[in-house]
């Protein structure tokens, strides 16, 4: 998607590693968001960001960190992945102008083995 | 507390109206939206509504919105084979910087 990026697009690791998961973004939004997408829960916000070294906890934060020390990026880390942690995880980023809505990344789909 | 609800599945026939429902919980969302995913794909904004207002139409897609019943829907006019995806509305939750998403419902098209 335009002015977000994701990487990687496909990770597989074993039980117990730390994974980071990077999102970048080229439009100088203020707001970051990480959200993983599961069959039958939709998208659940994990961590957000509004501004650099700005960051909040979402509804699914347990076993996950961020962190944003440039505008352009925003790390999330599963600091000792589990099994239950095999999703899809989406960035998206706002401008917060509401009409705009906010912008999705294509997705890194994580599977924890 | 917030929660978003959609039905899960919808299946239509090519040429038909398909009718997406939503209901949501929190009576002062400022702004609700319908988001389009392909597979694969993240979402994408189709359309959005701003609280104070009804209905709003834009190309095929026509949202109306009961605020008093808390429900939210999207009409596709015409569906067409390239609609198949899975729709998710969302609902801004005031004075947050945050989304809540509903369940996604995943729209079928058959010719």
């Known amino acids: 998607d335009a002015g977000i990026t994701q990487s990687p697009r496909h990770k597989v690791t074993e039980t117990g590693t730390p994974v980071t998961l990077r999102c970048h973004q080229t439009e100088n939004h203020r707001y970051m968001y990480w959200y993983r997408q599961d069959p039958g829960h939709g998208l659940r916000l994990i961590h957000y960001?509004?501004?650099?070294?700005?960051?909040d906890k979402g509804e699914v934060s347990d076993g996950y960190s961020v962190s944003r020390s440039k505008t352009e990026d925003f790390l999330l880390t599963l600091e000792s992945a589990t099994s239950s942690q095999t999703s899809v995880y989406f960035c998206a980023i706002s401008g917060r102008r509401p009409s705009l809505g906010d912008t999705f990344g294509s997705g890194t789909r994580l599977t924890v083995v | 507390g917030e929660d978003v609800e959609q039905s899960l599945f919808l299946s239509v026939r090519e040429g038909d109206s398909s009718v997406i429902n939503c209901t949501y919980t929190d009576s002062s969302s400022t702004y609700l939206y319908w988001y389009k995913q392909e597979p694969g794909a993240g979402l994408q904004l189709l359309t959005y509504?701003?609280?104070?207002?009804d209905m709003k139409q834009d190309q095929r897609l026509t949202v109306l919105l009961n605020k008093k019943d808390k429900h939210l829907s999207l009409r596709i006019a015409d569906t067409q084979t390239g609609d198949s995806a899975i729709y998710f509305c969302a609902e801004s939750i005031h004075n947050t910087d945050k989304l809540i998403f509903g369940t996604g419902t995943r729209l079928q098209v058959f010719p």
């Open positions: 960001s509004y501004g650099v070294k700005d960051t």
């Open positions: 509504i701003f609280s104070n207002m």
